[in-house]
């Protein structure tokens, strides 16, 4: 199982919209996904049609519920949830008094229910402690970017956590993806961030980027993914473009595992 925390403090990048179409259109390839909302904000449970006011991962990291208890199955084709609710703002606190703070998601993710193929985590725009839980359960970051140079600039705190994570909590994390977000095709500046993006990132900025798209937009008010609300839409294609780029990683993954 590829699990995956997509993150970055700045808010607006695209994280949650990308956290609910890529898993759906990862979905539509036959993978089985479970997200797992770890924002208080609760967007992700939103987006998918989920009443955040109902038990979710707050239960399962603060109370021991099992994560089966929790779970939201089947919010869109091959897609399982692990909702947020308000509630979860308390557990920033609450974790700082806890013994092993670092590792309560990690711990309470051993304990899943089903076999899937990719965990994908929505972080919180912050890098605190539910974030850190992020990244000390994940094997890998993807990191959405707005293609604008104000984000390019809130990348170096991330970065830098990152680090830390590594060495204190997780070595085996890595950047496996930075995902373009909100591209304008005919404004100069958004090819500008992306060929800065890939100067720093390599082959690890993903080809395909996400097109400003009111659909997109439109989609979270009708509790479904693009995929489900306009099929044929650009946000659709694209999403469904990432997922392959996504899918074509396995192959690599496999290779580094048994070498």
């Not at 924002?39 to 519920?65: C, E, F, K, W």
């Not at 304990?111 to 899937?116: D, G, Q």
């Not at 693009?226 to 690599?252: H, P």
Request: glycine letters at 8%.
């Amino acid at each position: 199982m590829r699990t995956i925390a997509l993150t970055n403090q700045k808010g607006g990048t695209g994280k949650t919209t990308t956290a609910a179409n890529l898993s759906a259109a990862l979905g539509e390839r036959k993978r089985r996904v479970l997200l797992v909302d770890l924002d208080p904000q609760s967007h992700l449970t939103a987006h998918l049609g989920v009443d955040p006011d109902g038990r979710g991962v707050y239960d399962v990291l603060m109370a021991g519920a099992p994560p089966a208890d929790v779970l939201r199955e089947d919010v869109c084709p091959g897609v399982d949830l692990l909702p947020s609710g308000l509630e979860l703002a308390a557990a920033e606190v609450e974790l700082a008094q806890e013994v092993g703070r670092e590792l309560v998601l990690r711990k309470a993710l051993a304990a899943l229910p089903r076999e899937y193929d990719y965990l994908l985590v929505d972080c919180s725009p912050s890098l605190g402690l539910l974030t850190v839980n992020a990244l000390a359960a994940a094997g890998e970051v993807f990191i959405p970017v707005q293609a604008e140079w104000l984000a390019l600039r809130a990348l170096g705190q991330l970065l830098e956590t990152l680090a830390v994570v590594r060495d204190r909590l997780n070595p085996e994390l890595e950047i496996t993806g930075v995902i373009v977000c909100m591209f304008k095709a005919r404004r100069v500046l958004c090819g500008e961030v992306v060929e800065a993006l890939r100067e720093h990132f390599g082959r690890r900025v993903f080809r395909t980027v996400i097109r400003e798209n009111i659909r997109l937009a439109e989609a979270p008010s009708r509790g479904v993914p693009i995929t489900i609300y306009d099929t044929g839409s650009r946000g659709a294609e694209d999403y469904r473009a990432l997922a392959r780029e996504v899918t074509a990683q396995e192959r690599r993954q496999g290779r580094r595992e048994r070498s």
